[in-house]
């Protein structure tokens, strides 16, 4: 019946999501960017959005139409991101799927760096801000449920399993990158799902199942928790 197997059972949830890459100028016309193509959290917003919940997808620079019923929020930096995502709680959803970039400039070059006879420059970096993290800190605003994404070249389950937990995130969604694994602007990933009280690993699948499955899987756990 109806009120068990509602179509929309989000209906009323404030979903936050970020995608993309950031990018962190070193000058005007540089960047330092990650690999990321932001299709994986564009999905995840438009499945979330179709379950009847209130999206705000905060993304950095990707080459994507935002998803049907999704209010968009575009950002370059970390720092950026990480405002725009605390401006947009309260939420009672948190997917953080961006691939922040670690690291920035310490100070950007006011004026494009030239080649000269000095060499390349030499960079010094600073961490940013971790936004899944700051999201998941205990607090009034904490979403009921945080999840993060986690791109592994080796050892996926351990270094997963450690991230959720050092970051304070509620489910991890851990992927294989690797050669021939797509998972950067391809359309299938592989994805484990880490919760506190195990793992569960899907098969290869288009990037917009993963994201429909995993908007299943947020909708079944709130309604779990609320009922
Ligand atoms: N993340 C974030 N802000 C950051 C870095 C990461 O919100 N500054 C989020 C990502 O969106 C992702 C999760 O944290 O959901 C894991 O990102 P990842 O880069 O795997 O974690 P790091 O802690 O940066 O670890 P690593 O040294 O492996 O890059
Ligand atoms: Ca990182």
Do not use: K, T
């Given at each position: 019946e109806g009120m068990l197997f509602?179509?929309?059972?989000?209906?009323g949830c404030h979903a936050l999501v970020t995608a993309g890459p950031t990018h962190e100028p070193i000058d005007p016309v540089r960047v330092i960017a990650n690999r990321s193509s932001g299709k994986q959290g564009f999905a995840i917003a438009a499945a979330l959005a179709r379950l009847g919940a209130r999206v705000t997808l905060v993304s950095g620079p990707v080459s994507l139409a935002t998803p049907p019923g999704v209010a968009r929020v575009d950002v370059e930096t970390a720092r950026e991101m990480l405002d725009a995502c605390l401006a947009a709680l309260p939420a009672e959803i948190a997917v953080c799927v961006a691939a922040v970039a670690d690291w920035r400039v310490e100070s950007e070059a006011a004026g494009k760096i030239k080649k000269d006879a000095d060499g390349p420059p030499v960079l010094r970096l600073v961490e940013n801000p971790d936004i899944l993290a700051t999201l998941a800190r205990?607090?009034?605003?904490?979403?009921r449920l945080v999840i993060g994404f986690a791109a592994e070249t080796d050892h996926l389950l351990e270094h997963a399993a450690a991230k959720r937990v050092r970051k304070g995130a509620d489910w991890l969604v851990a992927n294989s990158v690797g050669a021939?694994?797509?998972?950067?602007?391809?359309d299938t990933n592989a994805v484990t799902l880490l919760t506190a009280t195990g793992t569960d690993s899907w098969p290869a699948l288009p990037k917009d199942e993963v994201a429909g499955r995993l908007a299943a899987r947020i909708a079944s756990a709130l309604s779990g928790a609320l009922s």
């Open positions: 509602p179509e929309r059972p989000l209906e205990p607090g009034p605003q904490r979403p021939g694994s797509g998972v950067f602007g391809g």
